[in-house]
Structure formats: structure tokens, C-alpha cells
């Protein structure tokens, strides 16, 4: 009798992906730390592709070992590069990385970008779709706004403010630039974690009966406050 003991299936999902535009490694380590330490919560220990499409004839000059070996004392998980030159697979093998193949059919979140008017924040995202466990918005340079509801696993991170028109799950991190402005705005609050300009609070954490409920979360100081909308 033939007993399964595992199975290998592809399977879709929603990683960060580190776009290159430079081959130089300190210049790199400087804004990845930057990032990191911004939203500590958000990167760390988070899977990580690699895409080389922006570097043109620079991939020559890039270390992979040591690129990989940066990520990893960073705390990401390197998990491939992507727009690698196949005329240096084999460079690329030799340094332990995985080649992975642009996919033609990933998920992509439609979108419809508008302007906001007398204000320096002026894009605003806007999502019609539910968003699902494993996906990601990541918007660093406005609002989000979300017509349905957010499941759990799911993650916001938005340089502005943050809009559900639905329930609330998932983590999700406005102002992730330092807008101590930015607020998160929801018709019901089941949210995992809620962070404003590197403010972070569990939900579990916070002692209000405004769970469930139409809320909206901002920034006073150096506490997160919850109010009913």
C-alpha cells in the first residue's frame, strides 16, 4: 500500500520582491536596512525575490554570494532571483540561488489610480476586490482604498491612510513613511495588528468594544487611539 508522504504542487503566492537598481552592495544594505527598520514587523524574516530586470549591464558587477549572504544577516529569506541573463545561470547557480521564471499569469490586483487634489500624498490606490490570506498592497506613496473586506493573513502597508469599506482582518500599516497623520478608517475592526507611522498594537492588545465595529485608528502622541465612525 502506497502511503503519501508528500507532495510538491505549484502553488501562487504574494512575496516581496527586491527590485534592483544598483549592483552596489553598500548602497543596497543601507536602504534595505532603512526599510527593515521601518516596519520591522513587516520585513523580517519575510521571503524575498530578487529581480534584476533594472540593472541592465550592471548584473556583471553584482556579488551574488555576498548578495545572498546580505539578506540573510538582514533577516530575509532569499528566495530566488528573477531577470537573471541566461547567459550567467550558471554564476548564478554556482552562488546557491534559484532561477525563477517571470510568470506570466500572476494574480495582479486590479487597480484604478486617481489624483488627490492640495495635498503632497496625491496617489490613492483603489482596490475592488476582496484582498485574500497571502496577498499584499503595498502603496509607500499614498492612501489605499478598499471597496470589499481584508481576510486574515492578508497586509496593508500604505504611506497614507488606509480605507476599508468592509471588515477589516489581516495587519495593516499606514503612514509606514512617518505620516503621523495617516489613519486607518473600516466598517468592521477584526484587524490582527494596526500600525500608524511605526506605531504598532496587537488588537488583542488594545482593551476597546469597538471590535466588529465601524472604527477609526490614529495617532495621539505616541498612542494609538480607537474611535466609532
Known sequence: MNKCVIEVKG???VLNVLHLYSANLA????TLRQQRDRLPQAFEQSPLIVDCQKLDDNYLE?????????LLDLKFI????????????AQALDANWALLRQHKS???IETKPTRRKNTTISDIEIVEKPLRSGQQIYHPQGDVVLFQHTSAGSEILAGGSVHVYGSLRGRVLAGINGDTQARIFCQKLNAELV????????????ETDLKGQPAM???EGERLRISPM
Open 106 to 108: 500572476a494574480p495582479v
Open 11 to 13: 502553488e501562487m503566492s
Open 62 to 70: 553584482l556579488d551574488l554570494i555576498q548578495l545572498k549572504q546580505l
Open 217 to 219: 485608528v490614529w495617532l
Open 27 to 30: 548602497d543596497i544594505e543601507a
Open 78 to 89: 532569499p528566495v530566488g532571483l528573477r531577470h537573471w541573463p541566461e547567459a550567467q545561470q
Open 195 to 206: 500600525a500608524i507611522a511605526g506605531h504598532y498594537r496587537l488588537l488583542d492588545d488594545i
